[in-house]
């Protein structure tokens, strides 16, 4: 369900050969503060250019497409981009200055700027508050099915949504350059209605891709042009929130739940993946050694390969936290897999059950602090490699 | 062919359960010096501990076992390594401080302690100045194919041998702590007969290690056991090479050659491996970027899959290149796969062709400094998840 003042639609401009919808518009009635964070690739699409610069202005139109990323196209890209952001204005009778933009799909070729030219018209003309599942197909590229979640909060006694709409299955290792940290494509859109100071609204958004989108991996492949945007029209009408209390507290909640809900429908939807794992470290010195060790394992290939194999390999697991160089004692492990007990202060106990169904949850106690980390992510399959080799 | 003073020998000792062999020694008639290399794993087995203990005094033997890595198996593990290597130094007629030890294979898993006791009578009986393949054999894995490379000097009039052994082909992302950087299961043993000082054994260890097998992966993924030793017994009698003069380049040029071929025949056996792919940076600012650089693209899992499907797929190369974090030009890049061109000054030229062939050689030069890094790897084809995922 969109908030208030907002209106998408999804079409299919010809950039994809398959005719599959590619031409994506989010529109909101009344001036936008927009927050984003983009990828942490030195590689970065035109699109990102383009956001960065406007990031600061009032936006009324989010404008997307899929089956071309617009990246590595130097000049040229920064300037279709640039073409195609002022003809939807013109359309929509805003200015370039209220446009943001995002594109995914094939690396280094030129923007079909022409066909998405030709397809403006049909693309405004199609915004309606209730086509949001045509927008989340059109921003689609090898993923099996769309990303939505919705969430409905009281700020204050006025009802407000979130709704966010998100893409994003191969080369998934975002690293969002978030104001704390520096860590695919993804490409995640948080519409809300609610009211927020500048400031809470970055640090909203920072803290939920903190745990959400820099919190997973399918392929340890970090994209060009990994976004994710967080646009507030106000229209809730709420008091603005301005400050760390009660309401914050309930917005962000709210947001972690939109965002992490739609990295993990990215890991469920992972290239090839027949298996959706979980590995939180607990009792680590502190969240960043947790991570790091999580994330350690989530992009080993032989933990990947022994998890499609439904093989308990715990070998493996304590192979990639040592190599992931944060400190820990060999001797007071406690793992376990599936709530079954593998290891109980690294002393291994004979569980040599397969693992059963598409679910698989790591625990691994490192018993050095009180720190967790949670990361997400998918087995390796024959299918990611069929997927990943044979796509011509 | 081994040099003068050494004897090795390899027999099957029922560790494991094909019945392959499994137990390997190896012997000096007089003291040795030695250098080796561990991983930078945090998790260290067993015999690597033993070793670290035993490394500057003389050394005599080295007995090497496979089918059980003795990693990650406690206080047990490290008695058990010391019985057997009591054991052999008494068979021997050395001390167990003469001994120096390696093992491969499961982690986690009880030493079979008692099967290899049985058997140290039956491995010293067969010594010999010509069983090197019965020694290449029993270290190793899921190896094909054993991997031996020797080389004959002349040191100031005198001849002299280089001689290598090494294992690997899973578990290939070596990191060993050499003096300078701190970086599979590989095994790697080198002997010569000819004479070096302490201090110039290390340092030729050191420098040969960083550019063999410090810059190979087949899979990402660092092992708890890699080690790789140096032994020199002085049996040439060449004059004690003790300054860094023409003696000590012929010696490195000759183990640094050594090294790499060792290095090369682990990738070219690499689990699963279709392509041997070789990446080479060039004119980075400095070294540490350029290697930083080809790690990033030879561990890209797309990347390796788009060369199992032979596709010159530059975006995915750009891609992995950004994700490394490193300073470069994305708008002065030249790219070269097997020769042809892909990309001048970032400009993308048509050439579709694909890739034929083993041999991969890619070839991105950064136009940013003057150094320079090559980096070995191999594809990822569906034989790797076969053999990591249904080996039980």
Redesign the interface.
Known sequence: MLPKGYKVSGISSGIKKSKKKDLGLIYSSSDCLAAAVFT?????AAPIVLCKRNIKNKIRALIVNSGNAN??T?KQGLSDANTVAKEVAKELKVKLSNMLMASTG???VKMPKQRILNNIGRTVSALSKKRINDFASAILTTDTFPKIKSITLNIAGKRGVICGIAKGA??I?PNLETSSVKHATMLCFILTDIGLSRPLLNNALNEAVEVSFNSISV??????NDSAFLLCNRMAKNKIINKEGKDYQVFKRGLNLVFSELAKKIVLDGEGATKFITIKIEKARDCAQAKKAAFSIA????FK??I??A?PN???I???????????N??NLDLYINRKPLLKK???LKNKDRIKGKNVEVRLVLNQGKSMWVVHTCD???K???I?????
């Open positions: 942490a690739n030195k590689v970065k990246c590595f130097g094939i690396i280094g191969g080369m290792y392929d340890g492949c970090m994209s060009t992009n080993s290939n032989l390969c022994a499609y194999g093989d715990w070998g493996r304590i192979a990639a936290l040592g190599a992931s160089a944060i400190n820990f060999e001797n690294s002393k291994i390796l399959s024959p990611y490699i069929k990943n080799a044979n796509y011509n």
